[in-house]
DNA sequence: GTGAAAGCGCTAACAG
DNA sequence: CTGTTAGCGCTTTCAC
C-alpha cells in the first residue's frame, strides 16, 4: 500500500520527480532515478491505477455485453476480442445477458460512469432511441443499434443463399429453416430471408419456424428438435444454427432418417460442435478473428475519436462437413 | 461530461449536498433533494466511478484468467462465475493465456494497482513463491498457488476412479489414458494417478500417455488422435478431456473401431460438446455452478478479508452417454 | 534537474 | 439540514 508519496519521502526526493521516473518523462538524474527505483522496490511499490484513471480520464477497459459466454460462437468471439483489445491495450469486460435482467442499463450506465472506456454490444434489448442518446463508444456486433453506431456483422444475406444454393443443388424438395425469435432484429435475420426467398425463386417448398428463446440451453433445443420432428417428417434439408442443427440431426437420426441420405443438414455459426461431433455439420462459417478484429479496430477508433466505418460486412462460406451430400 | 460541482452550482447549493443524495446518506430537505434531482436529470449527470474507485479503494473488478475463454469448460466456468460475481455486485475482467506471454505477469500486475479488487487463476505458469508475495486477494481454480492462497478444485480423484472402476466393471482389459502436460501441477492430475492405481490395482493394463500443449485446437487433437490410434490399435477402453476424447471417438471410429462394442470412451469435464454430439461422450462431470459459486464466494470473502477455507473439494459424478457399454 | 502546488471528481468529517 | 474543506494517489505545469 506504498504510495508514491512514501517512495518520494524513502528517496528524499519530491512525488513529481517520482512521477517522472515512473513515466519515463522529462530529465531525471541518473543517480536520482537509482534512488528512486531503489526505493520503490524496497517498499514494494505498485503505482495505483485508479489514480491514473482518474487524472486521465480513461479505464483501458472495453466491455463486451454478449447472450451467453458459454455459448460456443460467442465464446469464440470473446476470445479473439480479448486478444486483439489486449493486444491494443485494453482488458475485457464481460456481462452475460442470458436472462430477462436490469444487466443491460447497468451495463451501460457503467458505461456513462466512466468505468469502461467502450463497449460493444452483441446483444440488445433497449430502443434505439436509448443507444443513440449515450454519447460514449459503442460499437455494435451484429446489433444495428441506430444510425450513428457502427456495426459489424456477417454477411448474413450471402450465408443465406449459400446454404439455399447447396441444398437445392442437392436436389433438395422441401427445406425447413429453424429461426430465432424476431422479438429484436438483428443483421441475421437477412439470412432466412434470404434463404426464402431463393427457395422460392427456385420453387423448392420452403417451411419457415420461429423458435422461441431458451438461453441456449440444448436439452431445450432437443426438446425442440423432436417437437419439429414431429411436425415436419418429411423434410430433407434443414438450415439453422450449429447448436439447433445439431439438435435436428440427433432427432432425425433418432427416428431412422439417414443423414445426409434422407436429409441434409447445414449448420450456420461453424462453432467447434461442428467439429467435434462424429458427424462434423456441414455449415456457414462466420470469420470470427475478422469480426473480433474489426470490433476492436471500431471500439479503439471510436475512443480515440478517429473516423470509423459505420457499416462493415465480413465474408463468410460453406464449409464441408459429413451432413450434406457429397459434392460431384 | 457535468461533474458533481456543475451540478451542485446548477442547483444552487454545495458539492456535498449533492454527494448526499447521490448517496442516500445523512439528511437533504425535500425540496433541495428535489432541486438537485432536477439539476442531475438537465445536465445529464453520470457520478464519475473512477473518482469513487479511487476514494473507497476498490473497484469492484474481479479478474479471471484462463486459458482458453472458447474452451467449453472455461467457458462455461466463466458464465456461472461472472453471473454469481455479478449478483455479489462485482464485474468480471477476463483474461486469455493461450499463448505463452506475458500476460499472467501483467495480469497480476494490474491486480497490484488495485485495477482489480482480487483475481481467479484458472491457469498459472509462475513459481508459488511468486503468488504467495502477493498481498491482494487471489483464489485457485484447479490450481494450488501456495499454501495460503485458497484453491477450489473438483474431487478429481474420485472423477479418476469413477472412470476406472467404470471400464473395469465392462470387463475392459487395456486402458489407455491421455493426460496434458505436467509442466505445471494441478489438482486435476491426481485424476490419471488414481486410475492408473485403479487399473493395478485390479490387473487391468495400462497406458497413459502426456500429450504435447497444443492451445485446445481441436484439429491438432485430431492429429494426436490418429497418432494414437497408430501406436494403441487395440485399447478397448480411453479416458481423457471430452475434447480429447470426441477427437478419439473420431480416430478410433474411422478405422473401423466400433464404438462402445470395441472400445469404451469416457470423458472428463461434461462440457457441451459432450451433449450435441450424435454420440453423446459418456463423462466424468465437473459441477460448474457449484466450483462457479465457491470461487465467487471465497475471492469476495478475501476482499472483505473474511475468513475462508482454503480447500475445497467439489464433487464429480458420471454421467451415462454412448460411448460405454449400458449398464447391466 | 527538481520540488511545490494545483487539480482530476468524489466522499466524509466538521462546522455552522 | 447544508456549505466548506481536506484528502484518495497520481500527473503536470511552473518556478527555482
Redesign the pocket.
Given at each position: 500500500?506504498a504510495?508514491?508519496?512514501d517512495?518520494?519521502k524513502h528517496a528524499?526526493?519530491?512525488?513529481?520527480?517520482?512521477?517522472?521516473v515512473?513515466?519515463n518523462?522529462?530529465?531525471?538524474?541518473p543517480?536520482?532515478?537509482d534512488r528512486i527505483e531503489a526505493a520503490m522496490m524496497e517498499l514494494d511499490?505498485?503505482?495505483?491505477e485508479?489514480?491514473?484513471n482518474?487524472?486521465?480520464?480513461r479505464t483501458n477497459i472495453i466491455g463486451f455485453l454478449i447472450p451467453d459466454i458459454a455459448h460456443p460462437f460467442f465464446g469464440l468471439v470473446a476470445r479473439h476480442l480479448e486478444m486483439e483489445l489486449y493486444d491494443k491495450g485494453y482488458k475485457t469486460l464481460i456481462c452475460n445477458i442470458t436472462q430477462k435482467s436490469t444487466r443491460e442499463r447497468e451495463f451501460l450506465d457503467m458505461l456513462r460512469r466512466h468505468m469502461m472506456d467502450g463497449i460493444v454490444m452483441g446483444a440488445h434489448s433497449l430502443d434505439i432511441e436509448e443507444y443513440e442518446k449515450i454519447p460514449d463508444p459503442i460499437v455494435g456486433f451484429d446489433r444495428v443499434l441506430g444510425n450513428n453506431i457502427p456495426c459489424i456483422a456477417s454477411d448474413h444475406k450471402k450465408g443465406g443463399r449459400l446454404a439455399a444454393e447447396r441444398l437445392i443443388k442437392e436436389g433438395r424438395k422441401h427445406l425447413l429453416q429453424l429461426a430465432g425469435t424476431k422479438t429484436v432484429t438483428t443483421p441475421s435475420l437477412e439470412r432466412h430471408q434470404e434463404f426464402e426467398r431463393i427457395c422460392r425463386e427456385y420453387g423448392v417448398k420452403i417451411d419457415s419456424v420461429e423458435m422461441p428463446w431458451n438461453d441456449f440451453d440444448f436439452k431445450s433445443y432437443l426438446y425442440i428438435a423432436e417437437d419439429i420432428y414431429e411436425e415436419y417428417p418429411h423434410v430433407d434439408g434443414i438450415f439453422s444454427t450449429d447448436m439447433v442443427a445439431s439438435a435436428c440431426l440427433r432427432a432425425y437420426a433418432k427416428h431412422g432418417a439417414h443423414i445426409p441420405t434422407d436429409v441434409s443438414i447445414i449448420g450456420y455459426d461453424g462453432s467447434l460442435i461442428t467439429e467435434t461431433a462424429s458427424l462434423r455439420l456441414t455449415c456457414i462459417v462466420q470469420n470470427t478473428p475478422r469480426i473480433a478484429q474489426q470490433l476492436a479496430e471500431t471500439v479503439c477508433a471510436l475512443v480515440k475519436k478517429q473516423p470509423v466505418t459505420l457499416h462493415q460486412q465480413i465474408d463468410v462460406y460453406l464449409r464441408e462437413g459429413d451432413t450434406t451430400l457429397p459434392q460431384l
Open positions: 500500500m504510495s508514491i508519496k517512495v518520494a528524499g526526493v519530491g512525488v513529481g520527480t517520482v512521477s517522472r515512473l513515466n518523462t522529462g530529465y531525471v538524474a543517480d536520482t532515478r511499490y505498485h503505482p495505483n485508479m489514480a491514473r482518474l487524472f486521465r480520464n
